[in-house]
Each structure stands twice: as structure tokens, then as C-alpha cells.
């Protein structure tokens, strides 16, 4: 009999049919005349529950073995069933154990676990509920990003993750070395050596795959990269990751307008896509995590994003009597409250805030008329803040070096990014996506270790 996934046989298989499904046991509840099994291979929320009669051959030994966690393949009949909730169930004629769990060892027990117990076993935790859930989820958007961006002509492009260069210019790099740590190479200044590692020169793990992505728009015109990066930021906080996953458009013949369109059209169609698709772990989200994750979603793909411009957003803050614990001043970068304030209060929605001061911003941007701010975009959302940043890049060569020089970064270094500016350089915009913030976003999750399976950060590389 061909294997079904559980999903499939509660959405669509009918009464008198007979299946095989395979899975993990969820519970097992022994009553008088039978037993009733639930069974979930995560391909749903809902849970298959298999009725063991007492006439099934050999029934209290088999029970037995049907602990929560027992890996199981059990085939049987389809059947109406009389509980309420579910469409139907299975009335088993057959069952397999593959793994068995020992009885009451299993870590995933019934009753609800808080997440931060969960993240101490991360390699099971994916069973559960709401784990379940959110890699679905996160499943869904990942093929509705590449969705959108291949119906929209866009080349899919593959930017390296072992760098020498410092896109942000943040200094939050994990060095990548083989060197001999206990015998380092050095300079006659006592520095590390990094001529003599195996890149012969100093590299690292990837910030962002924007400047490759560049490179690549100015010969595709429209590309996107979707990829880890990685940040060595100690940020101990519920938005921050050591390694995440970004989602970098990069578009040739492009201001900051068009960026900015992409960013609201992209944002409305990978929502609708995941309400469209994940149905079911939507309205989990909604009732156990989050009510209003459903309004929020639908909120974002039906209204328009607001638009302001850096100053704006300053004087907005300043004019309002919320006490922020901080200074809110002209050239001072947004704060995570800040931000929330904006998006939550003020607009009740997701708020683009453009040009912000070229101080607070990375060396690629291009420099404004008034010789203060930058064509920069970030896009805020009510609880998260920050989801995505982006700009226009510096296209003119002039400006570009001349920047770079100021920022005191080294040219040498980019030589070849400096080379896109003498060879056919044109006007050209992106942005990057925190996709694990997109996803909290979604699903209302509250800390971000809980939206990547193997999360790291500062201390934490478990798994
Ligand atoms: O604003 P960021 O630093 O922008 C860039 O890296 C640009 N080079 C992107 C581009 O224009 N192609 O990062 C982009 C997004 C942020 O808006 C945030 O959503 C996410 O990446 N992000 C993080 N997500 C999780 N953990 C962290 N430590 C993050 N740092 C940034
Ligand atoms: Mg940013």
C-alpha cells in the first residue's frame, strides 16, 4: 500500500479508504473498548488519530509499545469519525514500530513546555505544536520569496559566505582562520599575521551578500541572494541572531522609489502567501500565540505603507510626550523603541523611514543634494522594528571613493566594487530582508530563537 503523509489523508482521503501512514506517536489514551493513537509525520498541524480496537491481535503487548514518541507505520482503514473537530480517522488493521521510546523518558511529554525548556532540546523540539508550526511557515515563505522573485524575471544568485570584506563596515566579523592558534604568524607590531593564512589575507564569515549581489545586478539587472549571514553582535536580544538568513534584492535602473516599492509589494505578496498556503498554523498562531497575527496579516497586504523621511520620523519623536529611555536627536540612530513607537502608535503599521544621516550609515549609500543624509531605506514593523534595510547604492565613482577614504576604510580592499563605478555604472538600488524576523513577524513569536531550528548566539552553539 503506498504511504501517505498524514496531512494529505486528513484533507482528502475518504471513508472506507485504505492507507498506510508513517509518523511519530503524539499520545495514546487507552479506553475500555479501544485506544486511540494520535499520530503526526509533520505534515500538519492536526494530528491523524488511529483507533485500536480490542479485538486487534495481540492488543495489550502492542499497546505497550505505542508510547508518545514511538516511531510507528500503521495502515488501515478510513473512517467517519463521531468526535468533534476532525473530519476523520484511521481504525488500524496493522502497525509497525520502527523506534521505540521507553515509557515516560521521552522529553516531550503532554503537557505544554515553556520554549525556553524547548530550546534545550532543540534536535526534538520540531515535534511539538508550535515548533511545527513555525517551520512550516518559514517553509512556506521561503518558497513564496523565490516565487516572487522568479515570476518577476529576477535571477536567483548564489553571493559567497567566506568574505574579506566588511560590507557593513560594523566590525561584527567572525574571522575565519586556519592558523595555528596556539602558534600565531606575527607582524613586527605584534599583529597577526594573516599573509600566512590560508586565504593570505584576513576572511571572514559573511555580513551580507550585497556587494556580490551588486556585481551581479550590473550584469542580470534584477537579482536576489538568500543566503546565512552572520554577525559577531553581542546583542543579547530577542530580534538578534549570530547567524541568520537574509533575502537581498539588488535591482540595476533603480532609485530609492523603486526600492522602496519592491520592499511593500514583496512584504504584501509573502504574507498573502503564507495565509493562502499555512492556513491552518495561521489560525494555531492566532489563538495560541498571538491574536493578532491574522488581522495584522491581512492589515499589511490590504493597506499602504507609510513613507517618511528621516526628519520627519525625528520630529514626530521629539513632538510626542512619551518619555523614551533614549535621546531622540537629529543624527542619532533609531532605537528598537523608537521604531516600535512609530510603527505602533503613530501609524498603527508598517513605516518606511528614508534618509536617514549618512553618519549613521554604511559607506555604500548614496549621498544625498544636502551633503547630510543618504538615499537609505528601513522598513519598521509594529513589534519588531527594524525587518528590513536597504538603499540606493553610490553609483558615482567620485563620491563613492571620496566616501570611502572619509569612513577611512581601505580601498584596496574594493578595488573591484570601485571598479562597477568606472565600467558601466548605473543607478542601481536593494535592500536586505532579516527573514527570521519576517517570520516572527508573522507568526507573533516572541523571541527569535524560537523561528530558526538551530539558533546561535553569544553562548549558545548547541546542536
Ligand atoms: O540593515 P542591515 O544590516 O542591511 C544590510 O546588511 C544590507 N547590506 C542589506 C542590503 O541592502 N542588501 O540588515 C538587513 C536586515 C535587517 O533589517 C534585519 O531585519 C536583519 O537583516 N538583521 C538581523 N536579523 C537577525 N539577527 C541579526 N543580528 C540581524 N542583523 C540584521
Ligand atoms: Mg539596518
Redesign the pocket.
Known amino acids: 500500500m503506498e504511504v501517505q503523509r498524514v496531512g494529505v489523508v486528513l484533507r482528502s482521503f475518504q471513508p472506507e479508504t485504505e492507507v498506510t501512514v508513517r509518523g511519530w506517536i503524539r499520545t495514546k489514551r487507552e479506553l475500555k473498548e479501544f485506544a486511540f493513537v494520535e499520530v503526526n509525520d509533520g505534515s500538519s498541524m492536526a494530528n491523524l488519530q488511529v483507533i485500536f480496537d480490542r479485538n486487534y491481535p495481540d492488543y495489550e503487548n502492542v499497546l505497550k509499545q505505542l508510547n508518545t514518541g514511538v516511531a510507528v507505520e500503521i495502515s488501515g482503514t478510513i473512517a467517519e469519525s463521531p468526535a468533534k473537530g476532525q473530519r476523520i480517522e484511521l481504525r488500524a488493521s496493522d502497525v509497525k514500530v520502527y523506534g521505540e521510546v521507553e515509557a515516560d523518558t521521552y522529553p516531550l511529554q503532554k503537557k505544554r513546555h515553556s520554549f525556553e525548556f524547548l530550546r534545550s532540546i532543540a534536535h526534538l523540539r520540531s515535534r511539538t505544536n508550535t515548533l511545527g508550526a513555525v517551520f512550516r511557515v518559514r517553509n512556506a515563505c521561503s518558497a513564496a520569496i523565490h516565487q516572487f522573485f522568479q515570476e518577476r524575471g529576477f535571477l536567483w544568485v548564489h553571493t559567497p559566505i567566506l568574505t574579506a570584506n566588511d ?2 563596515g560594523a566590525g561584527e566579523l567572525f574571522t575565519v582562520t586556519n592558523l595555528d592558534l596556539n602558534n600565531l604568524p606575527r607582524n613586527e607590531d605584534g599583529s597577526v599575521n594573516f599573509e600566512e593564512d590560508f586565504f593570505g589575507k584576513r576572511a571572514s564569515l559573511t ?2 551578500g ?1 556587494l556580490e ?1 551588486e556585481a551581479m545586478a550590473l550584469a542580470f539587472t534584477n537579482v536576489y541572494t538568500f543566503g546565512p ?1 552572520f ?1 559577531a ?1 553581542n ?1 543579547n536580544t530577542s ?4 547567524e ?1 538568513w ?1 533575502v ?1 534584492p ?1 535591482m540595476a535602473f533603480c532609485d530609492l522609489q523603486g526600492d522602496m516599492d519592491l520592499a511593500e509589494e514583496f512584504l504584501k505578496y509573502v504574507f498573502q502567501a503564507v495565509l493562502e498556503r499555512c492556513p491552518e498554523d495561521m489560525e494555531f498562531f492566532n489563538k495560541r500565540i498571538d491574536s493578532t497575527v491574522l488581522d495584522t496579516a491581512r492589515h499589511i497586504i490590504d493597506s499602504e505603507f507609510e513613507r517618511i523621511p528621516y526628519n520627519k520620523a525625528i520630529e514626530i519623536l521629539q513632538k510626542s510626550d512619551r518619555k523614551f529611555e533614549y535621546p531622540v536627536e537629529w543624527g542619532a540612530d533609531l532605537q528598537s523603541e523608537h521604531e516600535r513607537y512609530l510603527t505602533e502608535e503613530v501609524f498603527g503599521k508598517p513605516v518606511i523611514v528614508t534618509d536617514y544621516p549618512r553618519d549613521i550609515k ?1 559607506f555604500y549609500m548614496r549621498q544625498n543634494d544636502d551633503g547630510q543624509t543618504v538615499a537609505a531605506l ?1 522598513v519598521l514593523a509594529p513589534k519588531i522594528g ?6 540606493q547604492r553610490e553609483e558615482r565613482l567620485d563620491m563613492l571613493e571620496k566616501r570611502i577614504q572619509e569612513m577611512g576604510l581601505n580601498q584596496d580592499d574594493l578595488w573591484w566594487y570601485l571598479d562597477l563605478r568606472r565600467y558601466g555604472t548605473v543607478p542601481h538600488a ?5 527573514f ?2 519576517l517570520i516572527q513577524y508573522m507568526t507573533g513569536m516572541g523571541n ?1 530563537r524560537d523561528v530558526i531550528p538551530f539558533p546561535r548566539t553569544p553562548e549558545n552553539i548547541e546542536f
Open positions: 560590507c557593513e555580513v551580507s550585497q549581489a549571514t554577525r553582535e546583542s530580534r538578534h541572531l549570530s541568520f537574509m537581498e539588488e554604511a528601513d527594524e525587518i528590513i534595510g536597504g538603499a536593494g535592500f536586505g530582508l532579516g527570521e524576523r527569535i
